[in-house]
T-cell receptor, first 116, second 113 residues
Framework: DVKVTQSSRYLVKRTGEKVFLECVQDMDHENMFWYRQDPGLGLRLIYFSYDVKMKEKGDIPEGYSVSREKKERFSLILESASTNQTSMYLC???????????????FGPGTRLTVL | GENVEQHPSTLSVQEGDSAVIKCTYSDSASNYFPWYKQELGKGPQLIIDIRSNVGEKKDQRIAVTLNKTAKHFSLHITETQPEDSAVYFCAASRGTGGFKTIFGAGTRLFVKA
């Protein structure tokens, strides 16, 4: 059974704290993604990575950074958390299918982050 | 930039009725259109997808149609059941070499028993 796990389901942090969200996948997927989910806005891409040590900015990268030191692990970092980063964070992974580009993404259960 | 519009935002149907969710996309280079279902407390899960060389695809009670000329695609659920209640997301992405998927805002479907 394929799996994407996220380190925490719920997290409460204070403004200015450094926050680490961890994601691990066991499917040997090349691609990994971080989204945030807000009501009425759907899923918005923060960063993605298509290989170890590679990263690309998504649509809303400001205030975030990422790290991919190992193929199975993709970390999202909030350098100095702010209240407007209170949200649900979803990690996903996908494989690369030759000549078909992107295909199904497998999502973790999400981390609900509250910044006070 | 590219975007995907999804309607309606909320949909309530009686058990056994059909449900239709519609999406339009702006990037004419999009050629992969997945639909995800998100149940309470879980991450989204793929339920059906369609590629641009196909106009319609069906899997038991769910079907998706695609009109590339009009740049819109729809999800159809027939004989709805209470377990179909969830949030549904449409999405669009480009093909080879494209890693970005643009998601719609989501539709919350309620199926009343």
């Amino acid at each position: 059974d394929v799996k994407v796990t996220q380190s925490s389901r719920y997290l409460v942090k204070r403004t200015g704290e450094k926050v680490f969200l961890e994601c691990v996948q066991d499917m040997d997927h090349e691609n990994m993604f971080w989204y945030r989910q807000d009501p009425g806005l759907g899923l918005r891409l923060i960063y993605f990575s298509y290989d170890v040590k590679m990263k690309e900015k998504g649509d809303i990268p400001e205030g975030y950074s990422v790290s991919r030191e190992k193929k199975e692990r993709f970390s999202l970092i909030l350098e100095s958390a702010s209240t407007n980063q209170t949200s649900m964070y979803l990690c996903a992974s996908s494989s690369v299918v030759r000549d078909r580009g992107i295909n199904e993404q497998f999502f973790g259960p999400g981390t609900r982050l509250t910044v006070l | 930039g590219e975007n995907v519009e999804q309607h309606p935002s909320t949909l309530s149907v009686q058990e056994g009725d059909s449900a239709v969710i519609k999406c339009t996309y702006s990037d004419s280079a999009s050629n992969y259109f997945p639909w995800y279902k998100q149940e309470l407390g879980k991450g989204p899960q793929l339920i059906i997808d369609i590629r641009s060389n196909v106009g319609e695809k069906k899997d038991q009670r769910i079907a998706v149609t695609l009109n590339k000329t009009a740049k819109h695609f729809s999800l159809h659920i027939t004989e709805t059941q209470p377990e179909d209640s969830a949030v549904y997301f449409c999405a669009a992405s480009r093909g080879t070499g494209g890693f970005k998927t643009i998601f719609g805002a989501g539709t919350r479907l309620f199926v009343k028993a």
